[in-house]
């Protein structure tokens, strides 16, 4: 018997279709060792040296695998083809080899995509593990612990306890940070456009054409700034007489986008999707893994979806030219297949971009045996690998230039208008070409021809008022382009970085799913770029970032990397406990008297769910209340209640308002001595229609959906997408999910 070890049960399923009965196939459902929780497990006086231990969750696995690879002839490992699972492999056979002492001959393979042909050949060319992607990946994950378990309890000290520093995601805070101040400190600028309706003469063609130049100059943004300056400019256009100055047209040819790599899979699937960067990869996971398809058994669809390629195998090639000419005719194949050039920093040409395992598994054929989500992103993967290969689309461009001009003599007063010229600009699709396949938003505007010299009349004349915007905050997509472009972190790192950020609130989401920081989240950024620049600096964590590619190529020692970072890291952290005071968050001092002591007001303090009251004679007296006493907030006609701290049923303390998955709620302030909390019902006036006991209350899913249920469940179980004050019946269900 062979064993065959995988990370994923998913992927041992779909393995096991493609091999024979010699084979057992089993899962380590991830990372079986890693650096203990409770200490740092570096030896810094040691070469760095790591002390890795058995997870808890992983030691019922790991029994498992020990019993299999005893019986076992060879074992192979067959973890993901990156840094992060040649790693686990190397640990698995460091348990067994070491630890257990088991003689059975081992080897590693690996594979792009889990397809019959790609598992078969890897079985028949194994390989010894990769030391450097091991080392390069335990290089990352010792520099992560020793900034994290180093630097942290410096912010516990001076901030408070609670807070943690990371090598990557503080410089990701950083960006959101610095991103909101250029918000803040934008200021607005006013300009102004200009629209004609023009017609022609007896006709009922019309042409919708913007005002280009005036007195034969130029307008620029900002030339048209005021009101009074435009109210007077349209009534002297509306004087002069019009014509076609000049007609134009030209062609232009539209590149296919690349296949996608992990970023802009990620951007893509927030643009398009809506889909967050972590759920794009738990979703790309499922493709990649395999995916049942009926009679077809477990299939991947996808190759790997953690890739910084661009690359495309010469097998879908050729299956891709086929198709094409089979499908749509060989005007939409190709006879030499295009490449990209990679603009990724550390880019490994080795791999391949992302695509689907087989051409012909069109995303219609499968639809039926995917989720939505699953099917959407493999439509956008196959969608966008097909087309990466097909011609050029060509787009016809048509200019029209509309020239008005006085009768009269001009006086040379350059405020009054004697010329203005007026231009249309409309696009049309000649040949598809790669649209076919990967439709873009491309405004068609075909005009009717007009001929020059056909005179025109000024039907209409618009003004509009703009005001130049800030920057946007980013969002999921444009944040991992930032990281991208500044090459921080790498594609295994980027839906990790983001996640991260957010679980430890150091950023949020507003109403536009948009990232901002938040108080602390700032106030550890402040920190942080005050005393520890080199952590926060985009260059140098770029340059980090090289370190690891080199350590992978076998061209640097991890340990010189970690010795070079950790030595004036330690200096300047030691010599930062001794000139950094400890910063006083509470500094906003409010009017009103603390109802509990009546002794001195209140003052604003920041908390790991925001800002809230509190009294600053603590812990001599322990009263804290939410900032804002009115209300909570309101969602869909819901009748907030009132936040009134209410006491502790459990130990007496006035609870505090926090937020969690599932909305805001009372918790004491005690915790974790005290765990009590009270949940906040957000009522919509309405007694429950399935009980008449119960109130409907708002509440929400796992996934922050909203909907309607009964305040009195799970002894009824009334629950309604709907809001049952708007619809005449609301769709019940068994249960709240």
Not at 504 to 529: A, H, M, S
Request: proline share 5%; net charge positive; hydrophobic share 35%.
């Amino acid at each position: 018997m062979n064993l065959v070890i995988v990370e994923s049960p998913t992927k041992a399923k779909t393995i096991a279709n493609f091999i024979d009965k010699n084979y057992k196939i089993v899962s380590s459902f991830g990372h079986v060792r890693d650096l203990p929780k409770s200490s740092l497990g570096i030896d810094v006086d040691d070469n760095f040296k790591p002390t890795y231990v058995v997870l808890t969750k992983a030691k019922e696995k790991i029994e498992k695998i020990v019993e299999l690879a005893k019986k076992a002839k060879t074992i192979f490992y067959a973890t993901d083809e990156d840094r992060e699972g040649e790693a686990i492999s190397w640990h698995l056979d460091q348990l067994l080899q070491k630890k257990y002492k088991i003689k059975a001959k081992s080897g590693r393979i690996a594979f792009h995509e889990i397809t019959k042909d790609a598992i078969l050949q890897a079985l028949k060319n194994p390989r010894e593990i990769d030391i450097s992607l091991v080392d390069a990946q335990q290089t990352r994950r010792i520099l992560d612990r020793l900034v994290g378990y180093k630097l942290s309890p410096f912010l516990w000290q001076k901030i408070r306890r609670g807070l943690s520093a990371g090598r990557v995601q503080s410089v990701a805070v950083k960006l959101i940070v610095e991103r909101e101040k250029e918000i803040t400190s934008f200021k607005p600028q006013e300009y102004w456009t200009i629209d004609g309706l023009f017609a022609k003469e007896n006709e009922p063609d019309k042409l919708t054409a913007n005002l280009n130049k005036l007195n034969q100059n130029k307008i620029n943004k900002f030339d048209l700034a005021s009101t009074d300056q435009v109210a007077k400019i349209c009534e002297q256009l509306k004087k002069l007489n019009f014509r076609v100055l000049q007609t134009e047209e030209k062609d232009s040819q539209k590149t296919p986008y690349p296949p996608y790599r992990t970023s802009t899979l990620q951007q893509d699937a927030y643009n398009k999707l809506g889909f967050s960067s972590k759920q794009t990869m738990l979703i790309a996971q499922q493709l990649y893994e395999g995916l049942k398809l009926g009679d077809r058994g477990s299939i991947g669809l996808i190759t790997y979806m953690r890739t910084d390629s661009l690359n495309l195998s010469n097998k879908f090639i050729v299956q891709t030219q086929q198709y094409l000419k089979q499908q749509l005719g060989a005007d939409y194949s190709f006879t030499t297949p295009r490449a990209f050039k990679n603009k990724s920093k550390g880019a490994q040409e080795a791999h391949e971009a992302i695509r689907p395992t087989d051409v012909e598994l069109e995303p219609e054929t499968v639809k039926n045996f995917l989720e939505s989500k699953q099917y959407k992103l493999y439509r956008l993967i196959w969608q966008r690998a097909v087309a990466s290969l097909m011609p050029k689309a060509v787009l016809t461009h048509q200019i029209i230039d509309i020239i008005g001009q006085t009768q009269a003599k001009s006086d040379n007063n350059s405020e009054n208008i004697s010329e203005a010229i007026f231009r249309n600009q409309s696009t049309r699709v000649k040949f598809d070409g790669f649209l076919k396949i990967y439709p873009l938003k491309i405004e068609e505007n075909t005009q009717s021809r007009f001929k020059i010299n056909d005179p025109l009349s000024l039907e209409k004349v618009d003004d509009a008022q703009h005001f130049t915007e800030p920057p946007p905050r980013y969002n999921d997509a444009s944040l991992v382009k930032e990281l991208e472009k500044k090459g921080i972190g790498r594609p295994s790192t980027y839906a990790p970085i983001i996640d991260t950020i957010q679980k430890r609130q150091y950023v949020e989401k507003d109403e536009n799913k948009r990232f901002r920081p938040t108080d602390i989240g700032e106030l550890v950024t402040q920190l942080l770029q005050e005393h520890f620049s080199q952590i926060v600096d985009y260059n140098f964590t770029a340059k980090m970032e090289n370190d690891l590619d080199e350590i992978a190529e076998n061209n640097k020692p991890w340990v010189d990397t970690v010795k070079a970072f950790y030595e004036p890291f330690a200096k300047i952290l030691a010599a930062k406990y001794q000139e950094v005071t400890k910063i006083e968050i509470v500094n906003e001092e409010t009017d009103k008297l603390c109802p509990a002591c009546k002794q001195v007001n209140l003052v604003i303090k920041r908390g790991r769910f925001g800002k809230f009251l509190a009294c600053p004679k603590f812990p001599e007296c322990k009263h804290t209340e939410p900032l804002n006493n009115t209300s909570a907030g309101s969602a869909n006609d819901a009748t907030a209640p009132e936040l009134i701290a209410p006491s502790c049923e459990d130990c007496k303390t006035l609870m505090i308002l926090k937020e969690g998955r599932f909305g805001k709620f009372w918790a004491c302030p005690r915790y974790p001595e005290c765990k009590n909390t009270k949940t906040i019902e957000m009522k919509i006036n309405l007694a429950c229609p399935l009980c008449q006991t119960g109130e409907v209350i708002i509440k929400k899913t796992k996934k922050g959906k909203i909907f309607y249920g009964c305040n009195r469940y799970p002894q009824c179980k009334f629950a309604s997408w709907d809001n049952p004050t708007k619809t005449p019946a609301a769709k019940q269900t068994d249960s709240q999910s």
